[in-house]
C-alpha cells in the first residue's frame, strides 16, 4: 500500500529527493601518490513539504549550459555562461564541470577561446601535418650531412686516429667508380 512521504519515518528511513553534480580534481603528491578531491559544484534539493503522491512525478528541466554546445560559434553563442572552447579537446566548457579534470590537464584554462574567429585565424595559417613531417626530415637530412662532413675533416687532419685510419681504408671512394687506365703490353716477335 503506498503511504505519504510525511508518514514515513526519516529516522529509519531518510527521504532525499534531489539532483547533484560534481567534479574532481587530482592533486599529485610525492612517489607518484595522487588525492583526488571531489567538488560539488551544483545542487537541488526538493523540499519534501511538496504533496508528493503515486500519482506525481517531478519534472527537471535542465538550462542550456555550455556543455552541450557542438562547436565554437554554438559555444560562444551562449551567453547564459562564461564559456570557453578548446580547440585540443573540441569541447565547450567553463572550466566548471564533470570534465573539469579533463580541461585542467589540456591546459584549457589558458588556451580557451571567447571568440572563433580568432580560432579560425590560427588555425587556418598554421602548418599540416604533412608540412611539419617535411621540416623534420629536412633538419634531420641536413644534421646527418654535417656530421659526415665534420668526420671527414677531421680524419683528414687526423689520419693516425681511428676515423682517419678508417677513411685511409676506404676512400676516396670515388676513385673506385673510375675506369682503371692499365695498359696492355704485347710482345712483339
Not at 54 to 70: D, G, W
Not at 94 to 120: F, P, T, Y
Not at 175 to 180: D, G, I, L, R
Request: net charge neutral; hydrophobic share 40%; with cysteine.
Amino acid at each position: 500500500m503506498p503511504i505519504s512521504i510525511t508518514s514515513i519515518s526519516t529516522t529509519n528511513h531518510p527521504v532525499t529527493v534531489g539532483v547533484a553534480d560534481a567534479f574532481y580534481v587530482d592533486y599529485h603528491l610525492v612517489f607518484g601518490l595522487v588525492r583526488r578531491y571531489i567538488y560539488e559544484y551544483h545542487s537541488i534539493n526538493v523540499s519534501a513539504t511538496y504533496a508528493f503522491d503515486t500519482q506525481s512525478s517531478l519534472v527537471l528541466q535542465p538550462i542550456p549550459n555550455c556543455v552541450i554546445a557542438q562547436s565554437c560559434q554554438q559555444c560562444i553563442a551562449n551567453t547564459n555562461f562564461n564559456c570557453g572552447w578548446c580547440e585540443n579537446l573540441k569541447r565547450c566548457s567553463d572550466g566548471i564541470d564533470r570534465h573539469r579534470q579533463e580541461w585542467i590537464d589540456s591546459n584549457c584554462s589558458e588556451r580557451a577561446v571567447r571568440l572563433c574567429e580568432k580560432l579560425a585565424s590560427t588555425s587556418s595559417s598554421g602548418l599540416s601535418s604533412g608540412a611539419y613531417a617535411g621540416i623534420a626530415v629536412g633538419i634531420l637530412l641536413f644534421i646527418a650531412i654535417v656530421l659526415i662532413a665534420v668526420f671527414v675533416v677531421y680524419a683528414y687532419y687526423h689520419p693516425t686516429s681511428p676515423s682517419g685510419l678508417w677513411l685511409i681504408e676506404h676512400g676516396p671512394f670515388w676513385k673506385k667508380f673510375q675506369k682503371s687506365k692499365e695498359y696492355a703490353v704485347s710482345e712483339t716477335p
